[in-house]
T-cell receptor, first 114, second 114 residues
Framework: TQLLEQSPQFLSIQEGENLTVYCNSSSVFSSLQWYRQEPGEGPVLLVTVVTGGEVKKLKRLTFQFGDARKDSSLHITAAQPGDTGLYLCAGLSTSTGANSKLTFGKGITLSVRP | DTEVTQTPKHLVMGMTNKKSLKCEQHMGHRAMYWYKQKAKKPPELMFVYSYEKLSINESVPSRFSPECPNSSLLNLHLHALQPEDSALYLC?????????????FGQGTRLTVV
């Protein structure tokens, strides 16, 4: 079973601060996805990273895929209250026959105080 | 149209009731998924359909019965549920089975079993 560990589990920061959160595994993934989920809603896809070492930017969010495709980080610059939510990373297995399954991490609950 | 629509948004049912959850997408996606998500936990895969055929059943109890009547619709029939089945049920779709990382999620149905 491929596991994704996300850290920290909970994070509460002041508006305007920067933060970095992590998604780590001992397994190699063909891709990693980051989702943001608000209470009672479905996850919304933020980004997919596919190539080892890849960096993608989405406004104030910067995503990086590790060189070995086992880990990823999400950096938020100047966090805003609207960034509050559950951040989930999910990996697509490299194993044949399992490529239809996303493995989710437990998520990071981010709270940005005004 | 890039939406996955789930109905109802909220459902309260007794342990002897029979109810159904519905999911609809008009993006021409041929893979559709049911996930279950408990509070503060990541989504857990339940079923995967590919071209209207059941492809994956993650050992889900038979009180949950999926159905895919056509390429746009996915149902989840519920019967004799237990209070521990209360959760957010998420539907997702992707272009093909091997593209789970490009899945769009619906907003979910919040199910409460009393």
């Amino acid at each position: 079973t491929q596991l994704l560990e996300q850290s920290p589990q909970f994070l509460s920061i002041q508006e305007g601060e920067n933060l970095t959160v992590y998604c780590n595994s001992s397994s190699v993934f063909s891709s990693l996805q980051w989702y943001r989920q608000e209470p009672g809603e479905g996850p919304v896809l933020l980004v997919t990273v596919v190539t080892g070492g890849e960096v993608k930017k989405l406004k104030r969010l910067t995503f990086q895929f590790g060189d070995a495709r086992k880990d990823s980080s999400l950096h938020i610059t100047a966090a805003q209250p609207g960034d509050t939510g559950l951040y989930l990373c999910a990996g697509l297995s490299t194993s044949t026959g399992a490529n239809s399954k996303l493995t989710f991490g437990k998520g990071i609950t981010l709270s940005v105080r005004p | 149209d890039t939406e996955v629509t789930q109905t109802p948004k909220h459902l309260v049912m007794g342990m002897t009731n029979k109810k159904s959850l519905k999911c609809e997408q008009h993006m021409g996606h041929r893979a559709m998924y049911w996930y279950k998500q408990k509070a503060k936990k990541p989504p857990e895969l339940m079923f995967v359909y590919s071209y209207e055929k059941l492809s994956i059943n993650e050992s889900v109890p038979s009180r949950f019965s999926p159905e895919c009547p056509n390429s746009s619709l996915l149902n989840l029939h519920l019967h004799a549920l237990q209070p521990e089945d209360s959760a957010l049920y998420l539907c997702a779709s992707s272009q093909e089975l091997g593209q789970a990382f490009l899945a769009f999620f619906g907003q979910g149905t919040r199910l409460t079993v009393v």
